[in-house]
């Protein structure tokens, strides 16, 4: 072999790993992070939607005075119960984001869809150092980053506010890559450890580690780098360590550090094991079928859905498992070519399946829904790469007659696809506007899926339309009779059309099936519906005794134990009811309604000092709730501040214009006025 064929299979080799970026102009960074965010700018006036209620709205964890440490000491749905905590999912990074979004902001949507476009920018931006730095070649990474910023499949990312986990992890996954190269490059220029690089470690570690807790496919990042020092570098296991000791021992020492918190907060590195499995056989046909649908959305993402169904594949011979099959040989043939042409282009495709993988374990797949889009958010970069380097080098290439020039059809065919993109994308907003209309797309993609009938019955319950939420919730119980929260959303919804004693049956059979399949958190939930229902029908004793057996369940339920002490409040067991609701503040001090009650209590009592700190209290928390102010009113009135009365039932009477006590103490003030006249 000459020098000059060595040269040409060796110098993707070199131009790796003795790479140097020059950032060049700043416009092609802007380009990307506009195109990241003008097209998705229909996001900023969506609403909560799904899951974000629960997380964000009525998370106690946003206004928590211990909310942080709360945070990083429990399960992503800890803040609902101790026991709806039990899950293999720890990421508290969501939480904190959430957090402090929710301390500047508010419940406000769309500052939390602010924050969401930004980080998808900047997640766009590190997309094309990033590739760029592993390629050698600043073309192919800005290419990159702006399909990376315009792709459609990251439309449900960029709309949906609990996404932010794919945001999070992509975000500090990308950065702790970048700054592995850092390193590495800085390595190169001095043999001993400087300052320079010894930070540049740190750092790493600490992204890493905050990819980790993001999401759980942050452990891959390291399993990039060892791939990307053996198959790209060409470096061995002994060179490996000899050179990069310090930058591996950062990433184990952040990801030793994740799964000891990952153990000690979930109590086992996965604690819940999925119950329903397939045969060994379907299990790898419908993987295939699933490695292709993925491939297929990200080649052509027009059929976008907010719910892709499918059923499991039971045969090889269905034409998805024909074109997986393809699809893994076709991936399988790129591989060994780039391979052998040491192209850096090869760490894609670990790119590409190592961080898709984790979602074919996902319970999803026996249930039959088997494409998640915003779980191609991050592997989506390693596509973004190679159709980069395609279409670059497409563009690159001189015709012969011309002598030179770029390859104008290439370029047009560029500008075209990320117009093409851009549209989708934007297109795509438009459809979260509407959480009914967005379950109502999911339902016409599935409409024989029980899970799809339930998430639309509950979002025209959200929207205050219950008589056609219970025709759906009907149809998702007969499709699935033994489940539980189609139970618990039917009683809801009974309860909402003023069907006490129907709302009351469905709660009594959600509690009886959740009991059954071992969910104490979700029968403490359908008891405590059905004490709301006594308590509606002013059947006091009766729901004391649901409010107990929730408890039962459940003893860190607060709402359930505040209710229980408002109950006996009303039965005039005074004593009983402070207990309760001293209870319920020590497990939960940011319940307004607990502080309220308790202040109501107090007050019957004659304690009127004490009445008046509770109310405070539940006033900061909650300050436009009016039967508070009304509460403040009272404890004003009998202590002879006449005006301040008067002030707080008029403004418990501005906020809720029915409100009985302001009324009443209103007319106490008139009655008193007249008196003395």
């Known amino acids: 072999m000459n020098n000059s064929s060595r040269s040409k299979v060796q110098g993707p080799r070199s131009t790796e790993c003795c790479w140097t970026l020059d950032l060049g102009p700043h416009w092609p960074w802007i380009a990307i992070a506009a195109l990241a965010i003008i097209p998705h700018l229909g996001a900023l006036s969506n609403p909560f939607v799904f899951d974000d209620w629960n997380s964000i709205v009525h998370n106690p964890y946003m206004v928590h005075p211990h909310a942080i440490r709360k945070i990083f000491g429990g399960a992503v749905w800890e803040f609902v119960s101790r026991h709806q905590g039990l899950a293999n999912y720890y990421r508290p990074m969501m939480d904190l984001f959430c957090y402090l979004i929710y301390r500047l902001a508010g419940p406000n949507a769309g500052w939390f869809h602010v924050a969401c476009l930004l980080l998808h920018a900047a997640v766009s931006v590190l997309v094309a150092a990033v590739v760029g730095r592993l390629s050698g070649r600043q073309r192919v990474g800005m290419l990159a980053g702006l399909l990376f910023a315009v792709h ?69 990042v390291p399993l990039l780098v060892v791939f990307y020092e053996w198959a790209v570098c060409r470096r061995g296991p002994l060179e490996q360590l000899k050179q990069r000791w310090p930058e591996y021992s950062s990433l184990a020492l952040a990801t030793a550090a994740y799964f ?27 993987l295939l079928a699933v490695f292709y649908r993925f491939l297929a959305l990200l080649f052509w993402p027009a059929q976008l859905a907010f719910f892709h169904h499918d059923s499991p594949s039971r045969s090889p011979l269905v034409p998805a498992v024909l074109a997986g099959w393809l699809s893994v040989a076709a991936c399988a043939g790129l591989a060994l070519w780039l391979y052998r042409r040491r192209a850096p282009e090869l760490l894609a495709l670990p790119m590409y399946l190592f961080w898709l993988f984790p979602v074919f374990a996902l319970p999803y797949m026996f249930q039959g829904w ?39 059809p290439a370029v047009v065919l560029i500008a075209l696809l990320l117009l093409a993109y851009a549209t989708r994308s934007a297109a795509r907003m438009r459809v979260w506007q509407s959480e009914v209309e967005l379950t109502r797309e999911g339902l016409a993609a599935a409409p024989g899926s029980f899970h799809m009938r339930m998430v639309h019955g509950e979002a025209l319950l959200r929207a205050d339309r219950p008589a056609e939420a219970l025709e759906h919730l009907r149809e998702s119980l007969r499709l699935r009779p033994d489940y539980a929260d189609s139970q618990n959303d039917i009683g809801r919804a009974y309860l909402a059309l003023g069907q006490s004693e129907l709302a009351l049956s469905h709660y009594r059979r959600a509690a009886e099936l959740s009991i059954k399949d071992g969910r104490p958190d979700s029968a403490a939930r359908a008891l405590y519906n059905m004490g709301l229902v006594y308590r509606s029908l002013d059947r006091n004793p009766e729901a004391i005794a649901a409010y107990r057996q929730a408890l039962a369940w459940d003893p860190e339920f607060p709402a359930a134990r505040n209710n229980l002490g408002f109950a006996l409040l009303l039965e005039g067991r005074i004593e009983e009811s402070i207990h309760e609701l001293r209870e319920v503040i020590g497990q939960d001090p940011t319940m307004a309604l607990a502080y309220s009650n308790l202040g109501l209590a107090y007050a019957i009592t004659g304690r009127f000092d004490a009445a008046s700190r509770a109310l405070a209290e539940a006033e900061r928390l909650d300050p436009n709730n009016a039967e508070t102010q009304a509460r403040i009113g009272d404890v004003c009135l009998a202590g002879g501040q006449i005006e301040q009365a008067r002030r707080r039932f008029l403004r418990a009477l501005q906020l809720q214009p029915a409100n009985a006590r302001a009324r009443q103490g209103l007319a106490v003030l008139q009655e008193a006025v007249s008196s003395r006249q």
Request: hydrophobic content about 55%; some cysteine.
């Open 370 to 408: 088997l494409v998640i889009e915003r779980a191609a958010y991050l592997p989506s970069v390693g596509f973004c790469w190679l159709a980069a380097a395609g279409l670059v080098r497409a563009a690159e290439r001189r015709p012969a007659k011309a002598g030179g020039g770029a390859c104008w």
């Open 260 to 286: 000891a918190a990952r153990i000690y907060v979930l109590g086992a590195l996965v604690p819940i094991r999925w119950r329903d499995a397939l045969p060994l056989a379907e299990h790898v046909w419908t």
């Open 152 to 220: 459609p499949i990251h439309s449900e990312v960029t709309a949906w506010i609990s996404c932010t986990p794919e945001l999070l992890s992509s975000f500090f996954s990308l950065l702790a890559i970048a700054l592995y190269l850092a390193s590495a490059a800085k390595a190169r220029q001095q043999a001993s450890i400087s300052l320079g690089r010894g930070l540049l470690v740190v750092a790493m570690g600490a992204s890493v580690l905050a990819a980790q807790l993001s999401k759980e496919i942050g452990v891959v």
